[in-house]
């Protein structure tokens, strides 16, 4: 058997989600189809496109721009975007001025109808634990250098509301279709720990 | 309560490690705790009034520091199905045991394509964040007003960060009124204003505060009083 790749073994973690899944199962207390489904939603359908597509859309209608401010949850419905930690998503506007960062120091707190599921890094302890009280310093490690008239604003949330940052158009995509625009607003940047990306960057 | 899950402000975590590209799970075992986690409570009250939250809350510190994000879940949905008596410890060992000694074993599978279509419109329901969202609560402060964030030390779960307890800010904006949801006596329960309050960056952290910051934070009427 010498020389022949042998799959790595499961984790502890694996070996004890299929036990938890089968007593789940044999009790009848959850359906596997409706696992899958959960699974693909997050995996395929609701992600930071969505957020994308409702940026782009401020973007270029300004009407637009102003309802999803003023309220983020009915802007974004007129999409189909509702639902599972998102009954009330509060848009923030970058300007040149101001860079707002959003965290969830208690927990994971996210607006899952726009963006899916947060990244790891949104969920890892120093993060949690830094941005509040060095966000300049963290924003720096995602490559976001800001000067210091730019005021930084940190939104811990904590309630039930979600938040969502709107980045501003980059320069130069003044004859850009919203679909093109769209392929400029990262997932980090409506998280506001960057930028969204210039025509360059995307090539 | 005071857990190692309220981190905000804590040094000694090291730098910020980023994947580019993440997949949104790691590994199929994730998406199955995901799954389950989010899908047994549409037809179970399976974590109680307080969520799966105050059970990922209640993770002794050191394992909390050394689980990943969905240990923690899978550890947390444990111990709520073992507190609402929908396992026992006993079969969770003896059927980890099995799965031990048979790797390649496969899961059990049980269609229900009710369920699963029940699952699939609530994903996108619309949920109000009060029972009664109209209930006319009238806000004790407008915006602009300076208020103080009390000194609450709650051993159950609560939403008001160790940070911000004992400083001082101002209303910067009057929310929806939403359901408490800390862990009080029955008669402090129910809606009340949500506003969001900005604190400066100096009054959180003093002379170690970066220049030209504030922080903006949710907070239900009871967490604050006028300062």
Not at chain 1, 119 to 139: C, D, F, N
Not at chain 2, 67 to 74: F, G, L, R, T
Not at chain 2, 94 to 105: H, I, M, Q, R, V
Request: charged fraction near 25%; aromatic fraction near 8%.
């Amino acid at each position: 058997m010498s020389g022949q790749h042998h799959p790595e073994p499961e984790s502890y973690a694996a070996i004890r989600a299929r036990a938890i899944e089968s007593l789940l199962v044999e009790k009848g207390l959850i359906a596997s189809d409706a696992v899958d489904a959960r699974v693909q939603a997050y995996e395929q359908d609701i992600g930071p496109l969505n957020g994308a597509r409702v940026v782009a859309h401020a973007w270029v209608d300004p009407e637009y721009r102003t309802r999803l401010l003023e309220n983020g949850t009915e802007a974004i419905a007129e999409f189909g975007y509702t639902g599972a930690q998102g009954a009330e998503i509060v848009v923030l506007g970058n300007t040149p001025d101001i860079q707002n960062v959003v965290v969830c120091t208690l927990c994971s707190c996210y607006p899952w109808p726009v963006l899916g599921l947060p990244p790891t890094w949104y969920k890892s302890h120093a993060y949690r634990a830094r941005v509040v009280i060095e966000p300049r310093a963290v924003l720096k490690e995602f490559g976001l250098e800001l000067d210091d008239v730019v005021e930084v604003r940190v939104w811990d949330s904590n309630s039930d509301i979600r938040y969502m940052v709107l980045p501003e158009r980059p320069s130069g995509t003044e004859g850009m279709t919203e679909d093109q625009l769209m392929a400029l607003v990262s997932r980090d940047s409506m998280i506001g720990v960057a930028k969204a990306k210039s025509p360059a960057q995307v090539g | 309560m005071n857990g190692i899950h309220d981190m905000g402000g804590m040094h000694g975590f090291g730098p910020i490690e980023i994947e580019e590209d993440e997949p949104v799970f790691h590994q199929p075992w994730e998406g199955r705790v995901y799954g389950i986690v989010t899908t047994i409570r549409d037809a179970h009250d399976v974590y109680g009034p307080y969520g799966l939250r105050s059970y990922i809350e209640s993770i002794p510190p050191d394992r909390y520091l050394v689980a990943s994000y969905y240990e923690k879940w899978m550890l947390a949905l444990e111990n709520a199905l073992l507190a609402k008596g929908l396992l026992s410890k006993e079969e969770l060992e003896a059927k980890t045991s099995e799965y031990l000694d048979n790797p390649g074993a496969a899961v059990p599978r049980r269609e229900d394509p009710e369920a699963t279509q029940r699952v699939v419109e609530n994903i996108r329901l619309r949920l109000p964040l009060a029972k009664d969202p109209d209930a006319d609560i009238r806000p004790a402060f407008q915006v602009g007003d300076a208020v103080k964030a009390r000194n609450i030390n709650l051993r159950g779960h609560s939403r008001l960060p160790r940070y911000v307890r004992g400083k001082v800010g101002t209303i910067e904006k009057l929310y929806k009124i939403q359901d408490f949801q800390d862990h009080v006596p029955e008669s402090e329960q129910g809606p009340q204003p949500v506003y969001s309050v900005r604190f400066k960056a100096e009054e959180l952290w003093g002379a170690a505060a970066e220049g030209n910051q504030s922080l903006y934070i949710d907070m239900w009427e009871s967490y604050l009083e006028s300062a």
